[in-house]
T-cell receptor, first 111, second 114 residues
Framework: DAKTTQPPSMDCAEGRAANLPCNHSTISGNEYVYWYRQIHSQGPQYIIH???NNETNEMASLIITEDRKSSTLILPHATLRDTAVYYCIVRPPNSGYALNFGKGTSLLVTP | KAGVTQTPRYLIKTRGQQVTLSCSPI?????VSWYQQTPGQGLQFLFEYFSETQRNKGNFPGRFSGRQFSNSRSEMNVSTLELGDSALYLC?????????????FGPGTRLLVL
């Protein structure tokens, strides 16, 4: 499985955009990039996923570089409730359901 | 649509006992996966089930087992509990199998082994 590298922690002021980077330089052409987050002591929450194109939904935007070696999750207007650990996961197509969560980025949104 | 539900939410057991955790997937979802989360190891994959068959298994001892029923509900069992089994056990469901399918997680069962 392709490995991902994320900064261990980040801060963001409330109301500003939070840009969370993820490096996946060994990703192969048919692997998807998924983002989940986990608010303290809750189950992980799906945010967004993509293959090649940029994606946007009601929660966030996902920007994938053209070479697909890195991506950025953007929370356009961070709120205090966005404080969580964010996981970037690369999924091979035949991996079944197993998600390799890694250590993620702990995002702290401050007032 | 109701989300993934897990019961019980909290559990206290003693070493040597066994425990059974239950997971009800989102209605219509046929796949269930289980994960263990500890402060030291993070989120680790236990096993996955699809149509009552175990499709994949993580690197855990045989004390950890599971099953899936015809209604897609799943149970996991841990026998001969050890202190290190204290963890948050998470269940996730998805519609079918494959890398495109999004997994939706339940709130977890927090197990404390004394």
């Amino acid at each position: 499985d392709a490995k991902t590298t994320q900064p261990p922690s980040m801060d963001c002021a409330e109301g500003r955009a939070a840009n969370l980077p993820c490096n996946h330089s060994t990703i192969s052409g048919n692997e998807y990039v998924y983002w989940y987050r986990q608010i303290h002591s809750q189950g992980p929450q799906y945010i967004i996923h993509g293959l090649k194109n940029n994606e946007t939904n009601e929660m966030a935007s996902l920007i994938i570089t053209e070479d697909r070696k890195s991506s950025t999750l953007i929370l356009p207007h961070a709120t205090l409730r966005d404080t969580a650990v964010y996981y970037c996961i690369v999924r091979p197509p035949n991996s079944g359901y197993a998600l390799n969560f890694g250590k993620g980025t702990s995002l702290l949104v401050t007032p | 649509k109701a989300g993934v539900t897990q019961t019980p939410r909290y559990l206290i057991k003693t070493r040597g006992q066994q425990v059974t955790l239950s997971c009800s997937p989102i209605s219509g979802h046929r796949s269930v996966s289980w994960y263990q989360q500890t402060p030291g190891q993070g989120l680790q994959f236990l096993f996955e089930y699809f149509s009552e068959t175990q499709r994949n298994k993580g690197n855990f001892p045989g004390r950890f087992s599971g099953r899936q029923f015809s209604n897609s509900r799943s149970e996991m069992n841990v026998s001969t509990l050890e202190l290190g089994d204290s963890a948050l056990y998470l269940c996730a469901s998805s519609l079918t199998k494959g890398a495109r399918e999004t997994q939706y997680f339940g709130p977890g069962t927090r197990l404390l082994v004394l």
